[in-house]
DNA sequence: TCCATATTCAATAAATTTATTGAGTGCTTG
DNA sequence: CAAGCACTCAATAAATTTATTGAATATGGA
């Protein structure tokens, strides 16, 4: 194969990929994509949680849209996002690696939050479900929940946490999750219960990654 | 948790996965990291492969390993990087979502390559090594089958190809293996094998997706 | 029809990334 | 110890990315 030939294939095929990796290259755009993995969502609620204009988070996600990372469906006035199949995969390699060589993501995480005791993994998590010797909790917000949840779990926003603790079983063990491994709501969930006397962990990982691990989703209201 | 530093904490959090993002934002670095995925390397051997300047590739080479994507080993006056473990399956993750939500990426193979059949999967590949039914030719250059190859793989850098072909036998399918679904090695092996009457296919990926998908790799001179 | 709202567009300035250039460093060899 | 080599460093200009701003578009309801 002529080598100019070759050369100008590889560059536009490498091309093609930096596009992809571009994409990647900016932290609001994560922060979308970590938003936009628990559910399809509006640009404005999308803007409000991120912290970005509304104008700024639609310029975001038009390259993310670019880049195949993410679809949109219209209704209305309403413009929502979700991400396309394959997306999760690849921000869960990149968001592992990143905590595996960058000494600085555990650093962070140990000094702001309070986490103390081994979290639940998704094969314990399966097998407690299975024995129904544990209360799970999703702690996301109701959109969340009903956007796709872990069947059995208990639609439980943190802010509205408190008012729930009453209806829980105190035998057993507790177990919340969230979004993800630096999803905080697990985090506040489990410092509450604890506070009030329940033996409380957190999900290690998060809906996005239950789901991506193969175990079934459940869609809509109520537990 | 106080928004403020609920904020804050995800600003950094995000900031240090983007810092990954961003290493991956660019082709020339992805081109190193598919070079690197076939093991170490020096940087001016790299920077003559990926078509850049000895300093430049240095600098590109220095972001990878500030995202620890790579490491460095120095012996004498060289330097050879390599990729840390977990960095290969990230490329790949970006490189076979690329393939599958960039339509670009299969226009630009199929205008460029002349590909004809179906490729051989790493499976099936498997299944012939073990029946012993197939050839298999390590079409890379010398001193990456050195640094690891298929168990029963003949060393056959295409340019050295054509002195080879009289020992091979004529009854049984030959399979060409290279550096990747896009590297073009295996390709032209096929093609002159074809041309010379041989049953020739290529392998779909290559020798680091075999590793990965956890086969067996051999290190060292012969087959 | 008019208005409010959600989103996108376009223009701009600031910040960041990139390739190039030439100098600097350190190791090995004659 | 001088020279050659592989690599890195530092400075620069060009290119790209980013956030902000205000205007434009489009939809649904008053």
Redesign the pocket.
């Known amino acids: 194969m002529d080598p100019t030939r070759k050369r100008r294939f590889k560059q536009q095929l490498f091309d093609q990929f930096a596009r992809l990796g571009?994409a990647l290259?900016?932290n609001?755009?994560l922060e979308l994509i970590e938003l936009l993995a628990q559910g399809e969502r509006?640009?404005?609620?999308l803007?409000r949680e991120a912290d970005?204009?509304?104008?700024?988070a639609?310029?975001?996600?038009?390259?993310l849209h670019a880049a195949g990372l993410v679809e949109?469906r219209?209704e209305?006035?309403?413009?929502?996002y979700s991400l396309t199949p394959g997306a999760f995969p690849l921000w869960q390699a990149l968001r592992d690696l990143a905590r595996q060589r960058l000494a600085e993501v555990e650093r962070l995480v140990e000094s702001t939050l309070e986490r103390e005791g081994e979290p639940v993994g998704l094969e314990e998590l399966a097998r407690r479900l299975e024995h129904g010797d544990a209360v799970l909790l999703d702690v996301r917000p109701l959109r969340e929940f009903e956007a796709g949840h872990i069947p059995g779990a208990i639609p439980a926003p943190v802010a509205e946490l408190e008012a729930l603790l009453p209806s829980l079983p105190r035998g057993v063990e507790v177990i919340a999750y969230c979004r993800g491994p630096y999803c905080t709501f697990a985090d506040e969930a489990v410092e509450l219960l604890r506070a009030r006397g329940f033996n409380a962990r957190r999900l290690e990982l998060g809906l996005p990654d239950w789901r991506a691990a193969g175990y079934p989703v459940r869609q809509g209201v109520g537990a």
Chains 1, 2 share one sequence.
């Open positions: 571009k290259a900016n609001h755009r509006s640009v404005e609620s803007a970005l204009s509304v104008a700024n639609s310029q975001h996600l038009q390259v949109q219209r209305g006035v309403f413009a929502y």
